[in-house]
T-cell receptor, first 113, second 115 residues
Framework: GENVEQHPSTLSVQEGDSAVIKCTYS??????FPWYKQELGKRPQLIID?????GEKKDQRIAVTLNKTAKHFSLHITETQPEDSAVYFC????????????FGAGTILRVKS | GAVVSQHPSWVICKSGTSVKIECRSL??????MFWYRQFPKQSLMLMAT?????????EQGVEKDKFLINHASLTLSTLTVTSAHPEDSSFYIC???????????FGPGTRLTVL
């Protein structure tokens, strides 16, 4: 079945710097890759997603890139702000498990002001 | 996007009791809902898929007799944790897929603490 690995587990950056979080997946048939931001005690919030027919997608300070051949995708946050501090999860779906989401282990992002 | 609610938002119970968590889709008829469990400082793990009008399907390692799921209507799915124990203490979150996309809409979660 699908396995999603996420790195790093923690990431500290200075305010204004960029942050990059990387994920790899195992099921080559997966075709949907969302990224979620979760604050303590809250629900995951979709911040950006990408489908397998696209290599890159951008929304203001957030971008996601997908390399289907290598089976990895990355989240890029530019000009980080303290309010970006949270836990970020990548996920994958569409392969063997259909529309079930398989999540990465998460990355704690700390933006220091 | 769709609105998903959960009730209660938090619950504390004694070991051995049962707890029911409700997940409602407020503006969308959901034939499928997903139930996740999230232990502290860990990721979301899918427990089961709730199917309206039929039996739920459970992920490997999840006891179907302990985590009872009922999806009797298109707007309500319930998860009952039977004979709860402290190790069942967790954050339980439901979601349902959007109609025409891959997006999932998550409920606000229920924090269960078993004493």
């Amino acid at each position: 079945g699908e396995n999603v690995e996420q790195h790093p587990s923690t990431l500290s950056v200075q305010e204004g710097d960029s942050a990059v979080i990387k994920c790899t997946y195992s099921d080559s048939a997966s075709n949907y890759f969302p990224w979620y931001k979760q604050e303590l005690g809250k629900r995951p919030q979709l911040i950006i997603d990408i489908r397998s027919n696209v290599g890159e997608k951008k929304d203001q300070r957030i971008a996601v890139t997908l390399n289907k051949t290598a089976k990895h995708f990355s989240l890029h946050i530019t000009e980080t702000q303290p309010e970006d501090s949270a836990v970020y999860f990548c996920a994958a779906s569409g392969g063997e498990y259909g529309n079930k989401l398989v999540f990465g282990a998460g990355t704690i992002l700390r933006v220091k002001s | 996007g769709a609105v998903v609610s959960q009730h209660p938002s938090w619950v504390i119970c004694k070991s051995g009791t049962s707890v029911k968590i409700e997940c409602r889709s407020l503006d969308f008829q959901a034939t499928t809902m997903f139930w996740y469990r999230q232990f502290p400082k860990q990721s979301l793990m899918l427990m089961a898929t709730s199917n309206e009008g039929s039996k739920a399907t459970y992920e490997q390692g999840v006891e179907k007799d302990k985590f009872l799921i009922n999806h009797a209507s298109l707007t309500l799915s319930t998860l009952t944790v039977t004979s709860a124990h402290p190790e069942d203490s967790s954050f339980y979150i439901c979601s349902h897929p959007a109609r025409d996309t891959d997006t999932q809409y998550f409920g606000p979660g229920t924090r269960l603490t078993v004493l």
